[in-house]
């Protein structure tokens, strides 16, 4: 079989009920490893967070992080990365937000808040990576790929008006989970990530297949050949990429299985 490239979100995709991997998704992962595939992991995590998933999964992989602002290959050298103009970080870190709604950056090398969240520490506990508490007006606003407002979701949809309205143009805008916004550069996305990744292994579009359950998959999932839908994905996903096929939840290993069946694997 022509070589295929399988690109998958993590959290509320890949991921079970535990945040964790199941040993099926392990097995299949590493069986398509064996058949010559290409992989890679698509998330809005830090790419240090997902290095400790890849290596569980026990297989080569690309890996494109904090929703496409890196893209790094199965050796960890940087293909590319798209940072957040500096003067329109620190425009977000001073935009005025609730108390409750806490400010995340995403730099190289650290995730950054400006206050303990220590419920968001329940989502990293199998890979070991922490946010490190900062005082976020004290930066300068370089090397940040991602800003990332995480609360209540209702507030975050005005603090999202807000940001449209002020810096709209000039920025991606999405959502990886209906508590997190996410803010990164014009263009940058999972699909632009994507598209540079087939770039780079000479493939289509039409020979990638692509999961994801959220709104920040979304490009992603329209490029992609095949793009998979989860059961548990977000409400508006599913219109705005309506030629992805439904699948199981995440929780019941709808990717591994699907693989399991499209590539013809016994496991």
């Not at 219109?239 to 590539?263: N, S």
């Amino acid at each position: 079989m022509t070589p295929r490239l399988i690109v998958t979100d993590l959290d509320r995709t890949l991921l079970n009920a535990d945040h964790d991997l199941d040993p099926l998704t392990i097995e299949t992962f590493q069986a398509l490893a064996g058949q010559g595939h290409h992989l890679a992991i698509a998330s809005g995590r830090h790419y240090r967070d997902i290095l400790a998933i890849r290596d569980k999964l026990g297989v080569e992989a690309h890996i494109i992080s904090t929703n496409g602002a890196y893209l790094h290959g199965p050796d960890d050298t940087l293909l590319s990365a798209r940072y957040l103009d500096e003067i329109l970080v620190r425009e977000l870190i001073g935009l005025e937000r609730p108390h409750e709604i806490r400010l995340n950056l995403y730099s190289d090398d650290d995730w950054l808040i400006d206050a303990p969240m220590p419920e968001l520490l329940e989502l990293h506990a199998h890979t070991g990576f922490c946010y490190r508490v900062t005082d976020l007006d004290a930066l300068n606003g370089d090397g940040i790929g991602k800003v990332l407002y995480i609360g209540d979701p209702e507030l975050l949809s005005k603090l999202e008006a807000e940001v449209r309205i002020r810096h709209g143009e000039r920025l991606h805008v999405t959502y990886s989970m209906v508590d997190s916004l996410e803010v990164m550069a014009e263009g940058v996305n999972k699909g632009t990530a994507l598209q540079r990744l087939l770039d780079v292994l000479g493939l289509t579009p039409r020979e990638c297949l692509a999961f994801g359950d959220n709104l920040n998959d979304t490009e992603m999932l329209n490029l992609a050949g095949h793009a998979f839908v989860m059961a548990n994905a977000h409400p508006d996903l599913p219109g705005q990429v309506p030629r992805a096929t439904r699948i199981g939840r995440h929780d019941e290993l709808a990717v591994a299985r699907m693989l399991c069946r499209h590539f013809d694997l016994d496991m």
